[in-house]
């Protein structure tokens, strides 16, 4: 289901795999470039509901809150709970909406800013602003009016038994999924509506839920091709259940039904009339993609649990392409050095050698496309240890057969026995390097899982290259063309051939200097302790091109930093001109939706003290080129953190 999703993106060639083990399911985006739409793409679960409503007007609704304010005011202290007489409070404002015939079908609301309100109120009418209009028989659901920072203890409030008493038992409270919006400007404002829901007796599930919904599409509205809306599809049973609560609502005053998406109201349209055919739309003040998206997510369906991301890497596109020309360029690199040094000290058995491996490398490339493994950065460097161990087995059969050659054996001779004579010391060092990528694979993650199964894939091809392609190539050349190969040039013969060191003789001073090392690096352990990396501590990592900028003031930027984070940030350069890496773990028990985007905003706010031009958009863009920016940034929850680290013991 979680692919469906993905595919729905656009993204090419996307990576998904799962770790049964802890629950987590790792996934590579290639090429997205709207990072904050992916994220929350992946994070909805779509939990659609339709849920009948109670009014503020109902019986008792008003009264109860009224009671609730006063209980809550009499356990606290008079001083803590006074609202100060030049308070801002709203109330609502209601316009009908009539038909040709005059008829009132509708209604429109506006929130009003009101002063001076007389009286004290307790802590939670100081907190949810109640609508007076409302409680003289207003039509609508929403109960009050609160600020986005304001709502957690409101919910908190409402949630205590003895006060949940005061209510009817089938009420609930939802907040809106979005803010209000200014009647003037036209902007959201900070301030959320509370709703009043209603259950269905003997049940807490809605009456209807959104896997009745077989279509959904995004258009923009008919009527008044403005606003854009979610057309909804219903099976059969569906409609009857939607055809049943529409008729009750429509009969009772046009009351409304809301539409509740993952525990947040989208709207609460009013019924007019009966909706018996099982089609709907949804208005939420949504744009096009937005629409789309929640389109999407519906006709998928909505996953079993809420999907929440505990570690997040972001890499922008030039960062990413001086990435793979680096990693490219270190493979080619370190291929030339492998080749001219076998060639040079062994002469065209060296050639043979390399033949070899770039078998290896080939067929490692092929074995990864056939089993759908994306290539990242730990990968490239599982292939280059792959180059240098593959190449490590040649040399261990060069060698022997060497040994043999200067035995006085001929050449096939030397080569049969120093390939015999090799097998056990390449297996044992294989072997044990294998057993290593198991348990990184089986224990890793993310690119420490990447990397092991490179290494793994790589050590199994070196065994089949490096030992059995290469031993038909001497078959064919030596046996079957009857031609002759070297295994050293003039230069090389007799290099290291009469080595002789009294190694064991020497072992008390191997002792002494492998002591004092020991010693030296406990002490160090126990008083320094590790600068332990945002993979096992936890926390937000980013790495910022300061374009057009020279000379950067590590210093300086620290200390701009550790006053906006409110901490002690690491900031330190890396190897690319004029880009430093920043660690800090502000906010990282956090696991809100817009966690993430504080600490981008935090870092912004420090580092526009010392850069006063820089742009915030671009600044967070990862892929802009003339403006100071972030290039790559990578999050580590605490909880994959700890994780990390019990993996690494």
Known sequence: MLKQRIDKLGVVQPN???????????????????PERARKFLQASAKLEFWNVYRMSDPGIYDAFMLADRKLKA?????????????????TVFTPVMDSLGNKVDSTMKLVEKKNVQGDLG??????????????????PICGFADVNKRSAITEMLERPDIKSLFPKDLFFRWSMKPTKDTESGKFTSIYELYILKKESGTDKAPLEGDRVVRSNASLDQSSGAEVEVTLAMDQKGAKKWG???TIASNDKNRQIAIVLDEEVVSAPSVRVPILDGNSSITGGYTMQEANDFARILEIG???????????????????????????????????????????????????????????VFFIFGVLASIGTVLTLPGFAGIALTMGMAIDANVIINERVREELRAGRTLWESIENGYKHSYSAI???????LLIGIVLAYFGLGPIKGFAIVLIVGILLSLFTSVLISKMMFDWWVKTKNK????????????????????????????????????????????????????????????????????????????????AFGGSPIVKAVDVENTLNVVTSYNISDNSENAADKV??????????????????????????????????TKVGASIADDITKVLF
Not at 78 to 84: I, N
Not at 123 to 140: E, F, H, M, W, Y
């Open 16 to 34: 998904i795999s799962l770790d049964e083990n802890r629950n987590l399911i790792l996934v590579e985006l290639p090429g997205i470039d709207n």
């Open 75 to 91: 356990e606290m202290d008079l001083t803590q709970t006074e609202v100060k007489k030049d308070s801002v409070q709203y109330d």
């Open 123 to 140: 802590p939670l009418l100081s907190k949810l602003q109640i609508s007076v209009n409302a409680a003289q028989g207003g039509d609508t």
């Open 244 to 246: 049943e609560m529409t």
């Open 302 to 360: 909505k996953l079993p649990a809420k999907p929440q991301i505990i570690q997040e890497s972001t890499v922008g596109p030039s960062l990413g392409a001086d990435n793979i020309a680096k990693s490219i360029n270190s493979l080619l690199i370190g291929f030339a050095l492998v080749l001219i040094f076998m060639v040079f000290y062994y002469g065209s058995s060296g050639i043979i050698a390399i033949l070899a491996l770039l078998l290896n």
């Open 427 to 433: 297996i044992d060092g294989q072997v044990t390097t």
């Open 484 to 563: 002759t190969v070297s295994f050293w040039i003039p230069l090389t013969k007799h290099s290291l051939a009469h080595l002789n060191f009294d190694w064991i003789g020497k072992r008390k001073i191997a002792y002494i200097i492998s002591g004092t090392l020991i010693l030296v690096s406990l002490i160090s352990m126990l008083t320094r302790g590790f600068e332990l990396g945002v993979d096992f501590k936890g926390g937000y990592s980013y790495n910022i091109e300061f374009t057009g900028q020279k000379n950067v003031d590590v210093k300086e930027v620290r200390k701009v930093l550790g006053e």
């Open 600 to 633: 981008t905003s935090k870092l912004f706010e420090g580092l526009s003290k010392i850069y006063p031009e820089m742009n915030k958009e671009k600044f967070l863009k990862e892929y802009t080129k003339d403006e100071i920016h972030i290039t790559s940034s």
